[in-house]
């Protein structure tokens, strides 16, 4: 997987695996975020939707309800740009593939699957421990389900690595 | 043709220092905008999220990364009501854990 930046707009190439896996993820996120936030899994609806901010802010339930909306409606703004990519991932052949777009729907894209991770994680109760075990043998005693769950986030940090490096390179690049 | 009149209208009693507070409320930079550490969300990233939505340049939104990662927890700015619930929004809708709070 690489991706280039060029004259505004980003080509993110893919191989074969890559853009199954991609496909895959993106068929999950269009699903998830059509799927009202109280019918999601609780521990996802915590973090995706999370009101800690409005009861910080005294909101009322009123207020809080419109905020929960009005979160729901920037997911489903994505929707439309989510579904073409799945659409040009479903080639089956064995060469790469491309997926152009240009700065904006590139951060919208990066913003889908960084939501997928926080998805996974929430999902399968995946914490800091069981995230750094990714390069370790640790994550042999994980169930199937969390193994896998823990695979996709780390492939999709790379994804999301792969893309700020051509969207952003300065945030991509920080030293303490 | 009735002869009745109508009572005189009963004026809603105002609640006493409400106005002023809402304004004084619009206006100051009483609340804190403040981004809690997750175990998920990668350093990069957070860092462009500081960048794009709060307009910081590379050092303030390492700074304030670094200051999540390690505390815990950043205030990342202190603003008007409106405009920390927008940067509430925004921060939120890129997956940091986020919340607002009116200053002490």
Redesign the interface.
């Given at each position: 997987m690489h991706a280039v930046k060029r004259k505004g707009r980003l080509t993110l190439t893919v191989q074969a695996g890559e853009r199954r896996l991609l496909r895959r993820v993106l068929e999950a996120i269009i699903r998830n975020y059509k799927t009202p936030p109280e019918a999601l899994p609780s521990p996802v609806s915590q973090?995706?939707y999370?009101t800690?901010?409005c009861r910080?802010?005294r909101m009322s339930d009123e207020q809080t309800g419109e905020?929960i909306a009005?979160?729901r409606a920037?997911?489903q703004s994505r929707l439309r740009l989510l579904q073409r990519f799945a659409r040009q991932l479903k080639s089956t052949g064995k060469g790469n593939s491309e997926l152009r777009m240009n700065t904006d729907s590139a951060?919208a894209f990066?913003?889908a699957l960084?939501?997928h991770?926080?998805f996974l994680?929430a999902r399968h109760n995946l914490?800091?421990a069981e995230?750094n075990w990714f390069y370790l043998d640790s994550a042999e005693s994980l169930t199937p389900a969390r193994r896998k769950a823990l695979f996709e986030?780390g492939a999709l940090?790379f994804a999301?690595?792969v893309l700020?490096g051509a969207?952003?390179p300065?945030?991509?690049?920080?030293?303490? | 043709m009735s002869t009745e009149t109508l009572p005189p209208p009963v004026e809603k009693p105002q609640e006493a220092g409400r106005p002023a507070e809402k304004i004084q409320d619009a206006f100051e930079k009483g609340w804190n905008v403040i981004v809690w550490n997750d175990p998920v969300n990668l350093m990069t990233y957070v860092v462009h999220v500081f960048m794009r939505v709060l307009g910081f340049n590379k050092e303030k939104a390492t700074r304030h990364m670094l200051e999540v990662h390690h505390k815990g927890k950043s205030l990342v700015a202190t603003e008007t009501r409106e405009r920390a619930e927008f940067y509430h929004q925004q921060i939120q809708a890129f997956g940091l854990n986020v919340t607002i709070e009116q200053s002490s």
């Open positions: 973090v995706w999370s800690a901010g910080s802010a905020w009005s979160l920037i997911r951060a990066m913003t960084n939501d991770r926080l994680a914490g800091e995230i986030i940090a999301i690595g700020l969207l952003d300065v945030a991509a690049s920080w030293d303490e | -």
